[in-house]
């Protein structure tokens, strides 16, 4: 069993809401617009870190951190890259990829809309966080946290907090 934490475009904040969110997770899954590796690697410091970059990441952080990582976790397959999309409209690269991987988890940032869908086509929960960060149109900051327990996937949470 794995408690997992979910955050995207944090855009280089990690402050003490976002942390106390997080406290108990095992991991946290990145979804790409990290603001800098220096915040990757607090981030990383805090609980193990598994991340994408994303469009505003710069040239370290996409040295370091992959556009896409497919990978398992527990007895579920995970996909994750920033812009993604969500059932019935995936960015066009990403379909190949889903139909490629088969993941039941599939992650994506992006668009600083706190998304939660099952997708019947592919059979896989589409996860999109929202914004944990200060800077986008958003105005509420979100962030999710799940457990994995074999191939279970539950106790699914978000947390919200107000833009400074």
């Known amino acids: 069993m794995k408690r997992i934490g ?9 402050d003490e809401a976002l942390q106390h969110f997080l ?12 603001g800098s590796i220096e915040l ?3 981030i990383a410091a805090f609980k193990p870190l598994r991340a994408v970059c994303g469009n505003i990441d ?3 952080t996409r040295r370091v951190y992959p556009a896409f990582d497919c990978f398992d976790c527990e007895g579920v397959r995970v996909l994750m890259t920033h812009i993604g999309g969500y059932p019935r409209h ?17 992650i994506a940032g992006h668009s600083h809309i706190l998304k939660i869908q099952y997708d019947p086509v592919y059979d896989l929960l589409a996860v999109n ?27 699914m949470e978000v947390g919200e907090w107000p833009r400074r």
């Open 6 to 14: 979910i955050i995207s475009d944090t855009h280089d904040t990690f």
């Open 23 to 34: 406290r108990d997770v095992d991991e946290i899954w990145h979804a790409g617009d990290i």
């Open 40 to 42: 990757a690697d607090r």
């Open 58 to 60: 710069g040239g370290m």
């Open 90 to 106: 995936y960015a066009p690269h990403v379909v190949d990829r889903i139909r490629q991987a088969r993941p039941k988890l599939f």
């Open 129 to 155: 966080p929202g914004a944990a960060g200060c800077f986008g149109f958003h105005k509420v900051r979100t962030a999710v946290r799940l457990v994995i327990d074999g191939s279970d996937m539950r106790d």
